[in-house]
């Protein structure tokens, strides 16, 4: 059995997270974490981790990046370790995850999806032959009107595993609204889409001369964040400290 702490349980990731764990009879959650703390579980929930005292194997973390130091000072302090999906995490709050990672096990992963984390694998491999044929690529992400990152987690974490298949010798190119000038070679760019309810997409583009190849991945329903999250934490229980990814649990 899984003990789970949910962070970010009242919220819309955390509802399906609960759903699911409830079908699953290795895991279950013992306490949430929420700025909101009327939703009716049926679990006790608390609006910081001061003030939890209940005990756990691995804390799921859907909020926000507001407070992440007392998530890591409460983890490390009991042990324990952290599945963190969590997107929008600032250059200054990676480097506390980092920190923390040398004392509890921390799995961080911007998609918890199983084809995103394979598709990863073959933009990478795509970027590797594509781009020294000349090719440019760009990443196209659309997700709900009510994310609050952009551009999402999951595109910046694709162009930096494309970037890294390319010695990390491209730029990012976000806005080209004040560029009065041709794209340049070893850009990447990345634009962020919200409306309505899209659960999330994203899409890789290599455009060479006259032909075009694109990688796309489409989810239709927030389950697939939620059971990759779940994996993850049955998958991190008991594991000794270190920085893990969707690759050690998936394969
Ligand atoms: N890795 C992955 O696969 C996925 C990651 N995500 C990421 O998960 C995060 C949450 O997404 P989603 O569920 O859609 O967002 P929601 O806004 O619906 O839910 C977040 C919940 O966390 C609460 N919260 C915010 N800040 C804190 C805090 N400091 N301490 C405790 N609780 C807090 C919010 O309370 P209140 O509403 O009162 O502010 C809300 O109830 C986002 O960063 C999103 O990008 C989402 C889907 C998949
Ligand atoms: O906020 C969301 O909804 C999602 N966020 C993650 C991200 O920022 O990449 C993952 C997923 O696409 C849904």
């Known amino acids: 059995m899984t003990n789970i702490i949910l962070r970010g349980c009242n919220g819309k990731m955390g509802r399906v997270v609960t759903q699911l764990v409830n079908e699953d009879e290795n895991v279950a959650i013992v306490a949430g974490i929420d700025l909101s703390t009327d939703g009716q579980n049926t679990y006790p929930v608390f609006q910081s981790f001061s003030q939890c005292n209940i005990k756990a194997d691995v804390i799921i973390d859907f909020s926000s ?9 409460f983890a490390i302090d009991r042990g324990i370790g952290i599945v963190l999906c969590t997107t929008g995490f600032t250059k200054k709050d990676l480097e506390l995850i980092e920190e923390a990672s040398r ?7 911007a998609n918890m999806s199983m084809g995103i984390n394979l598709i990863t694998k073959l933009v990478k491999e795509a ?13 196209v992400e659309k997700h709900h009107n009510k ?3 952009a551009p999402s987690g999951t595109a ?3 162009a930096d595993a494309i970037n890294d298949a390319l010695n990390n010798s491209y730029e ?3 806005d080209r609204t004040d560029i009065r000038a041709p794209r340049q070679k ?24 006259d032909e075009v190849i694109e990688i796309k991945h489409t989810a239709y329903s927030k389950a697939i964040f939620a059971k990759g999250a779940i994996q993850a934490a049955k998958f991190l229980h008991g594991k000794p400290a270190g920085m893990y990814t969707m690759n050690d649990v998936i394969g």
């Open 186 to 209: 070893k850009e990447i760019g990345i634009s962020a889409v919200r409306g309505g309810t899209i659960v999330g997409e994203h899409e890789i583009i290599f455009a060479g001369s």
């Open 127 to 139: 970027a590797r032959v594509l781009a020294v044929s000349g090719f440019d690529i760009e990443i």
């Open 156 to 158: 910046l974490a694709l």
């Open 65 to 73: 990046p507001v407070n992440v130091r007392d998530m890591l000072d």
């Open 172 to 174: 990012y190119v976000y």
């Open 147 to 149: 994310k609050v990152d």
């Open 103 to 109: 004392l509890i096990s921390i799995l961080r992963s």
